[in-house]
């Protein structure tokens, strides 16, 4: 079926370098992305999320780009801080009947070293 | 303040012991969603509701069950037929509609465990 995976499962910064965290999705049909912050024994946390017809979108310290061609979505973190320290997720919304459903990647844990 | 609400926090379950976990949300969405999540692993989808009274399986309903009979409340039952269920279960809600890019909200879930 589909899936969204992440190439990194782990990915240790430097407190205040940038961090990237990738993924690669499989339904070229996916018309939505979001990415999900989840802290530990928490509920993941929304981001930033991006539409198919955009190829990036910045936030607050966070930006997610779009590659359609190769099925890739990353999100980069500027001037990563210690409260970012969580494992991110991405997720995709395949075109489905069922309504706002996502697919989920295993995640990403982000480790700040300070 | 809106939100989605889970409890209780942590469960822990005997064998052959059905269990339910409790999921209400007060943002007026229409949809919600009940997931599963392992160690290393993505969450899966177990059951959704689109509308009251109305519920459909996700990818790994085997072993669960739930029930819509408000729109506020989406609780899930984890039955004995259910092999592996220690597990951490998040339920989410969103407004219903493939026109709407909007998130699904989280609660902060709850961790099974069976004794």
């Known amino acids: 079926g589909e899936s969204v995976g992440l190439h990194l499962p782990t990915l240790s910064v430097q407190e205040g370098d940038n961090s990237i965290i990738n993924c690669a999705y499989s339904?070229?049909?996916?018309?939505?992305f979001i990415w999900y912050k989840q802290e530990s024994g928490k509920g993941p946390q929304f981001i930033i999320d991006?539409?198919?017809?955009?190829d990036k979108r910045q936030g607050q310290r966070v930006t997610v780009l779009l590659n359609k061609t190769v099925k890739h979505l990353s999100l980069q973190i500027a001037a990563t801080q210690p409260g970012d320290s969580a494992v991110y997720f991405c997720?995709?919304?395949?075109?489905?009947?069922?309504?706002?459903?996502?697919?989920f990647g295993p995640g990403t844990r982000l480790s700040v070293l300070p | 303040d809106g939100g989605i609400t889970q409890s209780p926090k942590y469960l822990f379950r005997k064998e052959g012991q059905n269990v339910t976990l409790s999921c209400e949300q007060n943002?007026?969405?229409?949809?919600m969603y009940w997931y599963r999540q392992d160690p290393g692993q993505g969450l899966r989808l177990i059951y959704y509701?689109?509308?009251?009274?109305?519920?459909q399986k996700g990818d790994i309903a085997e072993g669960y069950s739930v029930s819509r009979e408000k729109k506020e409340s989406f609780p899930l039952t984890v039955t004995s037929a259910q092999k592996n269920p220690t597990a951490f279960y998040l339920c989410?809600?969103?407004?219903?509609?493939?026109?709407?890019?909007?998130?699904?909200?989280f609660g902060q879930g709850t961790r099974l465990t069976v004794v």
């Open positions: 997720a995709e919304r395949p075109q489905r009947n069922y309504g706002q459903n996502f697919v």
């Open positions: 509701s689109q509308i009251v009274n109305d519920f």
């Open positions: 989410a809600s969103s407004i219903q509609g493939r026109l709407l890019n909007t998130e699904a909200f």
């Open positions: 943002l007026n969405h229409d949809a």
């Open positions: 339904n070229s049909a996916s018309d939505y």
């Open positions: 991006i539409r198919s017809n955009m």
